[in-house]
């Protein structure tokens, strides 16, 4: 079975935690483990701690990432995934662009990004993030960057992005918003997650959702979740119609806990297990763990001009 993930910090948490393969939740040993095939790796750039800027520290990311003994995809995907593991990139946090549209344009030529995260916990040139929320939108630089997203086939991910944000993405948009880690409010209050309407938007414009495994964006409180309150969210967003529009945003090395049964990469496969014995159909199943995400990535390159 093809599992793909949409968000790890790992890199992040290799450079500048400098945690040993032994103790990353994503490391490669674990992902062989989880049968995991397709990794997305973020570049990070949201945190205030680093020593240098946002851009300077993702160029870091990106040499680390050499490190890892993953291949990367840097062009366009192949007609079926490949059998093997291999990694694709992200941004998280759009200040790593320095609110010049000609950064956008060198890092994908590089990389091939498949995302951009606009914003993470801070205000940037982009827009609001949904923790700061004042209601205000994107920014004009904001709707220059998703316009010129749009030709590059690089999706707009909303997870950290105020509600305002999102409904600017979803309306200016060609290509649908992308939800790489958040989960439903109606299951768990968390400024993270997001409304129905949200949701419904997502689905209708034949965006995704990865579902994340933070236990404080599973359930109020977050105390004793376990592999199946991550069910429980996917349930809710296949009950609204959203069966091809779900997948995997484990948050993995982003998180510093997790619900029982997905402590690590090396368990992925058992969620692909208890959604077959919770009623899942096998294509279902395959569809949330990984081939959603994989036709998503596809039709990004398939919009490239």
Same mark, same amino acid.
């Given at each position: 079975?093809?599992?793909?993930?949409?968000?790890?910090?790992?890199?992040?948490?290799?450079?500048?935690?400098?945690?040993?393969?032994?103790?990353?939740?994503?490391?490669?040993?674990?992902?062989?483990?989880?049968?995991?095939?397709?990794?997305?790796?973020?570049?990070?750039?949201?945190?205030?701690?680093?020593?240098?800027?946002?851009?300077?520290?993702?160029?870091?990311?990106?040499?680390?990432?050499?490190?890892?003994?993953?291949?990367?995809?840097?062009?366009?995907?192949?007609?079926?995934?490949?059998?093997?593991?291999?990694?694709?990139?992200?941004?998280?946090?759009?200040?790593?662009?320095?609110?010049?549209?000609?950064?956008?344009?060198?890092?994908?030529?590089?990389?091939?990004?498949?995302? &951009?995260?606009?914003?993470?916990? @801070?205000?940037?040139?982009?827009?609001? !993030?949904?923790? /700061?929320? +004042? *209601?205000?939108?994107? =920014?004009?630089?904001?709707?220059?960057?998703?316009?010129?997203?749009?030709?590059?086939?690089?999706?707009?991910?909303?997870?950290?992005?105020?509600?305002?944000?999102?409904?600017?993405?979803?309306?200016?948009?060609?290509?649908?918003?992308?939800?790489?880690?958040?989960?439903?409010?109606?299951?768990?209050?968390?400024?993270?997650?997001?409304?129905?309407?949200?949701?419904?938007? &997502?689905?209708?414009?034949?965006? @995704?959702?990865?579902?994340?495994?933070? !236990?404080?964006? /599973?359930? +109020? *409180?977050?105390?004793? =979740?376990?592999?199946?309150?991550?069910?429980?969210?996917?349930?809710?967003?296949?009950?609204?119609?959203?069966?091809?529009?779900?997948?995997?945003?484990?948050?993995?090395?982003?998180?510093?806990?997790?619900?029982?049964?997905?402590?690590?990469?090396?368990?992925?496969?058992?969620?692909?297990?208890?959604?077959?014995?919770?009623?899942?159909?096998?294509?279902?199943?395959?569809? &949330?763990?990984?081939?959603?995400?994989?036709?998503?990535?596809?039709?990004?390159?398939?919009?490239?001009?």
């Amino acid at each position: 079975m093809f599992i793909a993930d949409t968000h790890c910090d790992t890199l992040y948490a290799r450079l500048f935690e400098n945690w040993a393969d032994g103790e990353l939740m994503a490391s490669k040993e674990n992902l062989l483990k989880g049968e995991v095939t397709m990794q997305t790796f973020a570049l990070f750039a949201g945190a205030r701690q680093y020593k240098d800027t946002p851009y300077q520290n993702i160029r870091l990311m990106i040499e680390e990432s050499k490190k890892m003994e993953i291949p990367f995809i840097t062009g366009t995907l192949g007609d079926n995934p490949p059998a093997e593991l291999f990694g694709v990139y992200s941004i998280e946090g759009g200040e790593a662009l320095e609110g010049k549209i000609e950064r956008l344009y060198e890092l994908d030529k590089e990389l091939r990004l498949r995302m &951009i995260a606009l914003t993470w916990n @801070y205000v940037n040139q982009i827009g609001m !993030p949904a923790k /700061l929320d +004042d *209601g205000s939108g994107l =920014t004009d630089f904001g709707f220059e960057l998703i316009s010129e997203m749009d030709k590059l086939g690089i999706y707009a991910d909303v997870s950290h992005l105020n509600e305002k944000g999102f409904w600017d993405v979803y309306e200016h948009m060609n290509l649908p918003p992308v939800a790489s880690h958040s989960n439903c409010k109606a299951l768990c209050s968390s400024f993270r997650n997001l409304t129905d309407g949200q949701i419904d938007a &997502i689905i209708e414009k034949g965006g @995704y959702i990865g579902v994340n495994f933070y !236990p404080h964006f /599973l359930k +109020d *409180g977050g105390e004793n =979740t376990t592999i199946d309150d991550v069910i429980r969210h996917i349930d809710y967003i296949a009950d609204r119609g959203g069966i091809q529009n779900i997948g995997l945003g484990s948050d993995f090395d982003g998180i510093e806990v997790q619900p029982r049964g997905l402590e690590n990469a090396s368990c992925m496969k058992n969620l692909a297990n208890a959604l077959l014995k919770h009623g899942y159909s096998e294509e279902n199943t395959r569809a &949330i763990m990984g081939m959603n995400l994989w036709n998503l990535l596809k039709k990004g390159d398939a919009v490239r001009k």
